[in-house]
């Protein structure tokens, strides 16, 4: 229940496609859901997050999409550009507990 | 440039040799962790601290002593550690327990 599951484990799209990343939960009581960035050599950045009470957050060319009666969330990459080549996490934690449940990652790779 | 900074980047030590990572942040955070992170894989949570006390241990083993002397220092003492610890060592904080975590590049850690 703990677990948070996260596909593809690798992706490799155009420059200017929409990479989509998955992720699936199964506790109900998590209430936040953030996504991370990693680039080599480097420890991971905060993207972008969602609390469970929206759909859908946009923030620049990164959305979040959220779907509270299948317990899943995505992350869309709009105009993907080689710069965006990264391992990308998503995560989850419960309100008033601060332990990040992460998945385990997926390699994107944008080709020119 | 993160804001979370980590010291040393590298650092190769023997297994009978004692020696401490730091991590500070100047942001105010009253939330501190320290996670360990394996090739291809998502951090792992190790230890949690919030106001200076120590709050989560994720059953780390003792060859691994965190301190947080202040509230914009923490530190990972390492004393007898084994090869399987040789993994990249992140420092993150938060505001406050149950905000978003912001991570430092870690460090690098080989065991001979």
């Known amino acids: 229940q703990q677990q948070v599951k996260q596909s593809p484990q690798s992706l490799i799209v155009q420059k200017g496609g929409i990479p989509i990343i998955n992720c699936a939960y199964e506790?109900?009581?998590?209430?936040?859901f953030p996504w991370y960035q990693q680039f080599p050599g480097k420890g991971p950045a905060l993207l972008i997050a969602i609390r469970p009470d929206v759909s859908e957050k946009k923030e620049g060319r990164f959305t979040i999409s959220f779907n509270k009666s299948a317990k899943q969330f995505s992350l869309h990459i709009m105009d993907s550009q080689p710069g965006d080549s990264a391992t990308y996490f998503c995560?989850?934690?419960?309100?008033?507990?601060?332990?990040?449940?992460f998945g385990a990652g997926t390699r994107l790779a944008v080709h020119p | 440039d993160t804001e979370v900074t980590q010291t040393p980047k590298h650092l190769v030590m023997g297994m009978t040799n004692k020696k401490s990572l730091k991590c500070e942040q100047h942001?105010?955070?009253?939330?501190m962790y320290w996670y360990k992170q394996k090739a291809k894989k998502p951090p792992e949570l190790m230890f949690v601290y919030s106001y200076e006390k120590l709050s989560i241990n994720e059953s780390v083993p003792s060859r691994f002593s965190p301190e947080c002397p202040n509230s914009s220092l923490l530190n990972l003492h390492l004393h007898a550690l084994q090869p399987e610890d040789s993994a990249l060592y992140l420092c993150?904080?938060?505001?406050?327990?149950?905000?978003?975590?912001?991570f430092g590049d870690g460090t690098r850690l080989s065991i001979l």
């Open positions: 993150a904080s938060s505001p406050f327990q149950d905000q978003p975590q912001h």
């Open positions: 995560a989850a934690s419960k309100r008033g507990y601060n332990k990040l449940i």
């Open positions: 942001m105010g955070h009253r939330a």
């Open positions: 506790n109900t009581a998590f209430d936040y």
